[in-house]
């Protein structure tokens, strides 16, 4: 048939499968990559990745990824770098039990991730995609989405190829919408095999992410209260939100003395040697306090161990400032703000501006307390790391090594039961993440991929437990990072036991039969293997150290090969339960 228009027959309208439709409307939506571990589910996007690249049609880059923690992973790390919400697709119920916990992990942290699975053909024959396999019967679920749903947002099944563009704009929106986090589409084998017009994906997207705006009412309020109060404290978890509200926090926190705890900090919102840094301490801060900031904090403080006074005027902020995904959290909230945190930091200090008249002598006396507190405090930690150099070393010595080692680097530092900030001299936004407070292990060296993934160019450097390296899939990782060249550094400190464990069951039961035991149960990982050989198989440099006198050089030695060779190392380090 012609397809000239003056023939007077009708146009046969262009198609391509809904499955590489989906991809190209990813595209056009602002994602980047799609960090995919395939099954048999794939064929219609396997097909539709080759026809659109013999049609010239521009998709995300499509990743192989050997196992799905990864792909959460790397999405959760390119979104930290990036501020871009990635697409992640796995395989069909198996696939998608195996991103539940990166899902966990990325929706309490607010990441927004675009989550697919295939799912199982409804149909046994008689239609293209049709079961051909008996794991078509075996993944078959009454209710896949369930693996996922506590914590998505948003989840759908797609059900007609004409639906593709539509459903993927409401998915962007609202995972990029506040508070941010993953969404869930199931994708049916038959649905992706059939044509869907190329028509249909070339409007701009047809949603856009809500905005939520700083109340300036509020933001007086609290300005008027923090300015007001004599012993005022703010609690900073996830960090100021961009590097604009960092510097502008910095600032604030410096011109009206108020000190900051980064209680269990995952992000950081303030340089860790800023003489208004109470680092993890909140004592003796949350008990004198008349005024509390609490700023993107799921838990800000430990109700059985701290107790704030009853009049102290308590003031939450965050993009979810009450965190009502989770069922019960009761930190009371006097004044509470929904705003990007960026947002209402920048607010906040601008408003605290016109307030700083009449104060100077309350400021002043604070800030001497404040200074000369949190000046005993960073020296501690630095004296605690030198007395560390021994064999085996302490984590707080491997943190004063590392922060000598990447001075005057772009770097940034992910630590999984790791390297404790209090000894690392970071300055910059962006430059510390650590592991989630969901929990889920496994997390920072796939993280750390998806960093060094958007910006090839920085040192990043993940730090994490033997354990939480066993959690990692470390062949996975590592076969990642040789296949798409990203030269992280890895520090595994090895203590051959599960130490976070170990010291909850001492805090709860201090003096009971397990502490009082040389052979505590079901916290030893021993024997332990050598981990340097599981980075070797993929042929990255590697390097073991167990004494503290050695660690210096050996880190200088890992990052000299990264800056020559471009290829990613490996150390480690034996330290102290």
């Known amino acids: 048939m012609s397809n000239d228009d003056t023939s007077g027959k009708t146009k046969t309208p262009e198609t391509m499968t809904a499955g590489g439709a989906l991809l190209a409307r990813l595209k056009t939506l602002g994602v980047d990559y799609i960090f995919a571990n395939s099954g048999t589910d794939f064929p219609p996007i396997i097909e539709g990745l080759a026809e659109a690249r013999a049609k010239q049609v521009d998709l995300p880059e499509a990743l192989v990824m050997p196992h799905e923690n990864a792909a959460m992973g790397m999405a959760h790390g390119y979104y930290f770098a990036t501020g871009k919400a990635q697409a992640v697709m796995a395989h069909t119920n198996v696939g998608l039990a195996n991103c539940a916990i990166g899902a966990i992990n990325a929706a309490t942290d607010h990441v927004p991730v675009l989550l697919f699975s295939g799912k199982t053909p409804v149909v046994e024959r008689d239609r293209l995609g ?19 749903r506590e914590a998505s947002k948003w989840d759908y099944e ?112 303030l340089p860790t040697m800023h003489p208004m840094n109470a680092g993890a301490d909140l004592e003796p801060y949350i008990s004198e306090a008349d ?34 995904r989770f069922p019960v959290r009761n930190f009371r909230s006097n004044l509470s703000i929904m705003a990007e945190t960026s947002d209402a930091v920048l607010a906040l200090a601008e408003a605290m501006k016109a307030l700083e008249s009449g104060k100077e002598a309350l400021v002043a006396e604070r800030r001497k307390i404040v200074v000369e507190r949190t000046g005993k405090a960073q020296k501690a930690a630095l004296a605690a790391a030198d007395a560390g150099n021994r064999s085996p070393m302490t984590k707080a010595y491997v943190s004063k090594c590392l922060s000598n080692a990447i001075q005057g680097r772009d770097a940034t530092v992910l630590s999984e039961l790791g390297c404790p900030m209090a000894q690392i001299d970071l300055k910059e936004h962006g430059s510390w993440y650590q592991e989630p407070h969901s929990g889920g292990l496994g997390w920072s060296f796939p993280c750390g991929l998806g960093i060094q993934l958007a910006d090839r160019n920085k040192l990043v450097v993940a730090t994490m437990g033997d354990g939480s390296y066993m959690f990692s899939n470390p062949v996975t990782c590592h076969q990642i990072a040789e296949s798409l060249g990203l030269p992280m550094l890895i520090l595994v400190l090895n203590n051959s036991e599960w130490g976070a464990v170990r010291h909850s069951v001492t805090g709860i039961y201090p003096d009971g039969y397990a502490a009082k035991s040389n052979d505590m149960p079901l916290v030893s990982l021993t024997p332990s293997p050598d981990f340097t050989k599981v980075a070797e198989a993929s042929r990255a440099w590697t390097a073991s150290v167990t004494e503290g006198k050695d660690l210096p050089k050996v880190l200088s030695d890992a990052i000299a090969h990264i800056d020559q060779n471009r290829g990613l190392a490996l150390v480690e380090i034996k330290i102290a339960g």
Request: charged fraction near 20%; hydrophobic fraction near 45%.
């Open 291 to 324: 005024a509390i900031v609490v700023l993107d904090c799921l838990a800000p403080w430990s109700p059985d161990v701290h107790k704030p006074k009853a009049d102290c005027k308590i003031i939450q902020i965050g993009q979810n400032p009450l965190y009502s």
């Open 130 to 148: 049709a079961r051909t396999v008996p794991i078509g019967w075996g993944q078959e679920m009454r209710d896949q989405t369930a693996l996922v």
């Open 158 to 269: 797609l059900r007609f190829p004409e639906q593709v563009a539509e459903m993927a704009d409401r998915a962007y929106a609202i995972a990029t919408s506040l508070p941010k986090g993953p969404v869930y589409m199931s994708l049916p084998r038959e649905v992706l095999c059939e044509p869907c017009p190329r028509s249909e994906l070339d409007p701009a997207p047809t949603m856009a992410a809500h905005k939520v705006g700083v109340h300036p009412q509020a933001i007086a309020e609290a300005a008027s209260i923090l300015a007001e109060a004599k012993r005022p404290l703010i609690v900073a978890q996830r960090g100021a939100g961009s590097a604009e509200a960092f510097a502008a926090f910095s600032e604030m926190v410096e011109r009206w003395a108020i000190p900051v705890s980064q209680y269990w900090a995952v992000q950081l919102a």
